[in-house]
């Protein structure tokens, strides 16, 4: 059940408003013209909006040893409107020669500009087809994560995976590295003997003896969607067009978790269209990996962190599935225009949640959703630029501004649409927003246009309902922002009120709560638990050593918090082998301000560092080390 907080006060409110003669200026009035060329992205510097970039073939050996991957990029281009230079992104490359048309070519590298890297200039003309990039990556290669052997799960080989989301498929690809560029690729990739290589793209499943592998992806996709992982890995079907990869001591519990994943491509399908990628595989990548998942295309990777072993996280799963209509067949535009890749995911991802366990279960995921929303609000502030759906994040890094207000303040605007308009005539658009929209990109102002045309029409009604500019182009959390009357939340929110006031732990009524419902059960406790009460939740529930990395991440945090030292030897645990910035964030976080724990903060991260990808060190570098 979805309630409209303030619905009684908006139509008083609109009924005394009509009476003194005012007018809301019709919201597409407010917006930018459609043309499509009329964007700028300006966290690429490549041009390939005037240089038409086709096709690449990548040609690449990965030196697992030395740490660095060196090859070719060989550009397929069209230059129609004759420009004088193809201008390619690069980050911390060393490029070595070029080849336009076979021949040797003058280049220019630019120096560096923060975030954004180099530029590199070749010199092309109208009749340019090809131009052959000779480089090797750099140490600073922000994509890239290289593990030694003790930095995976089965400790045996190293492994190297890369994440290119936002803008970092420039440090070990020369390329227009904007999301509104597409290209087909195909690569040949050598690897050391004995490991497997998988990429974006058509897999195989088996380790081959000469550690080259061929692939091909025939589709256009963005730069951000190039991704290569090299490791010991395994695979293991689930059903004719769904599969998992893994390291070898890890496959079993991973098929295990992954049970019903085949179940949630196909009920993708029926509420949006099909699934226009062929197969759809998910990699296992070590704990050290910084995200929950990346949907890179025919491949979602992700962190071991959700193999809880009772499938309570999958929706993870979902989410990147989900990507695959909106983000990686209907693409945002720009970075500034993040919501309609993540805000869409997440109201996607948990439609198919409702349709795989009910109704009750994917309002806990709203719930909590709600939750980290009003939470982001409060730390960055309610007026904060950064709480506005369309971002402007013009000279900054990108991933400094990509948070939760994309992710649910997003997901919540369209459940107000759905709630508004009802579902069916909602579900009719997104099915046509996705069918007309495939293979393309899209600004925030060209899909409010969309929608104005294709689902608003003559519906003034249904406009004023929604509020777009409030959402779109204003801060904070808008008052008709929907929530979920979860009956399930209500009820372990009377349990815990029951704790608080002394009633023993195994005396409450807990028995068939799910991860989700422990979760919001943690969520709500108060700052000043005492030791005691930790220590008899601990008793009662061993949540010091659960399975549930979710749980586990926010009972260190509450263990933070009242100083409860017994939790401490396994968050360290937790600390030194997982890399998922979204758990490590908040520890470092609340150590580094709880005087107590600001030594024991420096210690664990001193010793744990090395196990983190480069981004969240630099990230945690700031929080812990103050740099
Ligand atoms: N595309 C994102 C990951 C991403 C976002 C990478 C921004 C770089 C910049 C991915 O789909 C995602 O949202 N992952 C989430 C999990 C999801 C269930 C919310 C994550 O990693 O936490
Ligand atoms: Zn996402």
Known sequence: MYILKNTGIAVIMLLLLAGCNFRR???????????????????????????????????????????????????????????????????????????????????????????????????????TKFVKV???????????????????????????????????????????????????????????????????????????????????????????????AVGDLTFRGIDERTGVYAERGMIDDARYEFENV??????????????????????VLPPGFPLGGMENPRLTFCTPTIIAGDRSLVSLIAHELAHSWSGNLVTNATWNDFWLNEGFTVYFERRIMEQLMGVNYSDMLWDLGYQDLSNTVIHLGPENRDTWLKL?????????????????KGSHFLKLMEVEAGRDRFDRFLVRYFAEHSFK????EDFLNYMDTVLIKKDTNLRKKLNIDEWVYGPGIPKNCPRAGNV???????????FLEGLEPDKMDHVKWSAHEWLHFLRGMPRDLTKEQMASLDRAFKLSTTN???????????????????????????????????????????????PNCVDMGRRIYEKSRQNYHPLAQESLDKIVLKK
């Open 262 to 283: 085949g179940r949630m491509v196909g009920s993708a399908e029926q509420l949006y269209g099909p699934y226009q990628w062929g197969r759809y595989d998910v990699l």
């Open 488 to 498: 399930l939340f209500g009820k372990v929110d009377l349990e815990r009120g029951k």
């Open 134 to 228: 000779y480089y090797k990556t750099g140490p600073n290669a922000r994509a890239l994560q290289w593990l030694e052997p003790q930095q995976t799960h089965d400790k045996k080989s190293p492994f190297l995976y890369t994440q290119s989301e936002s803008i970092y498929a420039r440090s070990w690809i020369p390329c227009p590295d904007g999301p509104g560029v597409r290209f087909t690729y195909s690569a040949r990739v050598q690897v050391p003997e004995g490991l497997m290589a998988l990429m974006s793209a058509r897999n195989t499943d088996v380790v081959n003896d000469t550690g080259v592998y061929e692939f091909e992806m025939e589709i256009p996709i963005p730069a951000y969607l190039m991704a290569l």
């Open 392 to 408: 402007d994040l013009k000279g900054r890094d990108p991933d400094d501004g990509l948070t939760d207000i994309a992710y649910e």
């Open 25 to 127: 200026k019709p919201i597409v009035s407010t917006l930018k013209p459609v043309d499509p060329k009329q964007w700028i992205d300006e966290h690429t510097l490549s041009n390939a909006d005037s240089v038409s970039v086709k096709h690449l073939h990548l040609d690449i050996k990965v030196n697992m040893a030395e740490k660095h991957i060196a090859g070719t990029a060989l550009w397929t281009i069209d230059n129609a409107h004759n420009q004088k230079e193809l201008v390619l992104d690069t980050y911390d490359l060393t490029i070595d020669s070029i080849l336009v048309d076979g021949t040797k070519s003058d280049f220019h590298l630019d120096s560096l500009i923060e975030f954004l890297g180099s530029a590199l200039h070749i010199p092309i003309n109208e009749n």
């Open 548 to 594: 549930n990395s979710e749980i586990a991440d926010m009972w260190y945090l509450l263990a933070i918090r009242a100083n409860y030292s017994p939790a401490f030897p396994e968050m360290e645990r937790f600390l030194n082998t997982v890399g998922r910035r979204k758990f490590l964030e908040p520890l470092y976080t609340e150590m580094s301000v709880t």
């Open 441 to 444: 990109t899209i600004t925030t």
